[in-house]
């Protein structure tokens, strides 16, 4: 059994190519970049541009991954300008995967990405395993259910359902926002696998706060209507900073620019803008409480690195958490400015809450580890691709 994990970027498909390795499958990942130490590596590691290779490596995985300078060259001329080179990178990449995929009797592909890959393996006879990674059909939480015949990106996302053999996802979110479309079209195929986070990059703090100290809370999501930033902006203007501080980081897309300005006017908030992942960590230890009240996620990982913190979390329903409401933080409806402000106030109120449920996320995190999550996806290969 010969299976490839294919992505042009990243994501999470390290753990989930650890998870597959091993019990006599011949496993090979094929990656839009990957450190391997060779000549592109070392002259790039002694420009200002190392930082954009940051975290392209994966110890488990090493001797398991291909690569090609033509793709790596390529890889980094996106990075660099993606306005002018994205086109161009992704269709290179899936013209190399094609090329690379003799012998091959599974691929493992993320969500919005190898389109055409999917459809040469589907011809071929070759199964898929497909992440959805984030919710289908966004805009169905944010204004109304978009008709699927009309947008390309949903229909290309239909198509990838259809020629699955098996749809792997994180959250049951996930699985309800494409239910709405397609009730029990696909069901069969569902498998729910939830993420993780590096308990050795988030360690641990129990949280403690001062009565003459504001409660401080982090928000790390773009800029957005899909992060519910509108809702948190106007949650915030409830609260002085002597009592609430809200630290915000991420980039606006385009909802989210004139969000921008707005942030900068609420006392109780600093934005701080984009922060490399290697200094976040920094953010998840100094701050109390985790916020982010979005309208559709797929599984946020940065629920889990808040955790792996020991950062109690207020969330909606639809970031597709593992938090427990009233546990290990407070699960809240989606665009409700007063269900934010009545969640901070309990925090705020009950310090003992906030002592309470930060011990809790200690035992969350304990089942949601990246460990934890390569075993579950070696128990999904082991069952269900032999």
Not at 170 to 186: L, M, P
Not at 375 to 385: L, P, S
Request: glycine share 4%; aromatic share 12%; net charge positive.
């Amino acid at each position: 059994m010969k299976i490839a994990f294919i992505h042009p970027l990243k994501h999470h498909v390290y753990y989930s190519m650890a998870g597959a390795i091993g019990e006599d499958r011949d496993v090979v990942g094929l990656f839009g970049y990957y450190y391997k130490g060779d000549l592109i590596d070392k002259i790039l590691m002694k420009t200002k541009y190392k930082s954009l290779i940051s975290g392209y490596k994966y110890s488990k995985i090493d001797h398991n991954v291909k690569t090609s300078v033509w793709i790596k060259t390529l890889f980094l001329l996106y990075k660099v300008n993606p306005e002018k080179f994205e086109k161009f990178y992704f269709s290179q990449f899936e013209k190399w995967v094609i090329k690379n995929l003799r012998n091959v009797d599974c691929i493992h592909v993320l969500q919005d990405y190898c389109n055409e890959v999917i459809r040469y393996a589907k011809n071929r006879g070759i199964r898929i395993v497909y992440e959805q990674i984030i919710a289908y059909d966004t805009q169905q939480f944010i204004d109304k259910k978009t008709c699927v015949d009309s947008d390309t990106k949903l229909l290309r996302q239909k198509e990838n359902f259809d020629m699955a053999d098996y749809i792997l996802m994180a959250s049951g979110f996930v699985k309800e926002s494409i239910e709405n479309h397609y009730r029990n079209v696909y069901s069969n195929k569902y498998h729910i696998i939830p993420y993780g986070a590096s308990v050795e990059a988030f360690h641990y703090r129990k949280r403690h706060r001062k009565s003459d100290e504001p409660l401080k809370l982090l928000s790390v999501a773009n800029i957005s209507k899909r992060k519910g930033t509108d809702y948190l902006i106007e949650a915030l203007k409830c609260f002085d900073s002597s009592k609430v501080y809200l630290t915000m980081i991420g980039l606006p897309d385009e909802s989210g620019k004139q969000m921008v300005q707005e942030i900068n006017k609420v006392d109780s908030v600093s934005y701080v803008g984009r922060v490399p992942h290697s200094k976040i960590n920094e953010f998840f230890y100094s701050n109390d409480v985790f916020i982010l009240p979005s309208l559709a996620e797929g599984s946020s990982l940065s629920v889990y690195e808040a955790i792996a913190s020991g950062m109690p979390c207020i969330v909606t329903n639809n970031v597709g958490s593992i938090i427990t409401h009233m546990k290990d933080g407070i699960v809240i409806p989606s665009k409700d400015t007063q269900a934010i402000v009545g969640a901070i106030d309990k925090i705020y109120n009950e310090p003992g809450l906030l002592e309470f449920m930060s011990e809790q996320t200690k035992n969350t995190i304990a089942e949601f580890t990246w460990d934890k999550y390569e075993k579950k996806i070696a128990d999904f290969y082991r069952e269900n691709i032999v």
